[in-house]
T-cell receptor
């Protein structure tokens, strides 16, 4: 099976812009989660989607949003970008009934 | 909420030696504890995990132990090799938290040939 894929891999945006990141989970996995990784804060949970519904949300401002489509693919959006949003954004997927989460390679977002 | 602390932050060992990384967690409701390995430019890779009803789990050169009473768990790597060099993260998942893993701060392991 193919692993979790994320596009784009690298992105440079300007402060104030918005950005959309995409994640395709492992085939058959209906649960998708997003994490932010920074040197200062480490790995932090953003949100989780299952069957197109958000099930959990981490402690991030409303500028961070996401959605999941009927084919389980997910997107996350960050509006009004700030310098502090520069990070590696990771997507992870898992199958129902399993705890194991498998991560994609991430999207490296740089905000200038 | 859950809080996970990981030690040490860096660890340097000679090839062939053993490496041990320790984590403590705060939420007694946590029941799943995975370990991830992250190499430069890649996403975290699940290498081993343990559930709260098990005290120890082994997979070839790696093992994880869990002490629920003390709320700590450890990763043991034996016969280390240069390709084991990476950043390792522990995590905890409280029951009813869905996918919301709480991660430790990471340990940079360097294996010297």
């Amino acid at each position: 099976k193919a692993g979790v894929t994320q596009t784009p891999r690298y992105l440079i945006k300007t402060r104030g812009q918005q950005v959309t990141l995409s994640c395709s989970p492992i085939s058959g996995h209906r649960s998708v989660s997003w994490y932010q990784q920074t040197p200062g804060q480490g790995l932090q949970f953003l949100f989780e989607y299952f069957s197109e519904t958000q099930r959990n949300k981490g402690n991030f401002p409303g500028r961070f949003s996401g959605r999941q489509f009927s084919n389980s693919r997910s997107e996350m959006n960050v509006s009004t970008l700030e310098l502090g949003d520069s990070a590696l954004y990771l997507c992870a997927s898992r199958t129902s009934g399993s705890y194991e989460q498998y991560f994609g390679p991430g999207t490296r977002l740089t905000v200038t | 909420g859950e809080n996970v602390e990981q030690h040490p932050s860096t660890l340097s060992v000679q090839e062939g030696d053993s490496a041990v990384i320790k984590c403590t967690y705060s939420d007694s409701a946590s029941n799943y504890f995975p370990w991830y390995k992250q190499e430069l430019g890649k996403g975290p890779q699940l290498i081993i995990d343990i559930r709260s009803n098990v005290g120890e789990k082994k997979d070839q050169r790696i093992a994880v132990t869990l002490n629920k009473t003390a709320k700590h768990f450890s990763l043991h790597i034996t016969e280390t090799q240069p390709e084991d060099s990476a950043v390792y993260f522990c995590a905890a998942l409280p029951r009813e938290a869905g996918n919301m893993l709480t991660f430790g701060g990471g340990t940079r392991l360097m294996v010297k040939p």
